[in-house]
């Protein structure tokens, strides 16, 4: 685990520092930062959103008595999108518009409902009780 933290926080920097030259010797400096600017205020946007459509879902779910899983699991990548598009870059920008998008979500819920599929078929899911 340790290692691959290591590199994630080796890799993503080396990325948005690289792309954040490329995109600024090609049109600018000034457009570069008027369009991390303007992805930052339409993501801030898109999280204010889907933020509150999630609510309104997590509170008709609940009225129903039913647990509101696929609604908890939409805020849980709503809230990791927020996070990526507070860091400064467009890598992790594209990666938090990503998250936060209804339709690419969709597609995070099944890998991580595969990744997870794959866990417990293969016993390497452990499950604490308190």
Known sequence: ???RLFI???IVPVIEIYLLIK????IGAVPTVAVLL???LAGAWLVRHQGFHILRRIQAELGQGRLPAAELLDGA???VGGVLLLTPGFF???LGLFFLIPVT???IKQALGLWL???LSRGQFIVRRF
């Not at 995109?23 to 090609?26: D, K, M, N």
């Open 1 to 3: 685990m340790f290692v």
């Open 105 to 107: 979500r969709v597609f």
């Open 92 to 94: 992790t920008d594209f």
């Open 8 to 10: 994630l926080f080796l």
């Open 38 to 40: 303007f992805i930052s």
């Open 117 to 119: 599929q794959r866990r």
């Open 23 to 26: 995109v600024g010797s090609l």
């Open 77 to 79: 990548l709503v809230l």
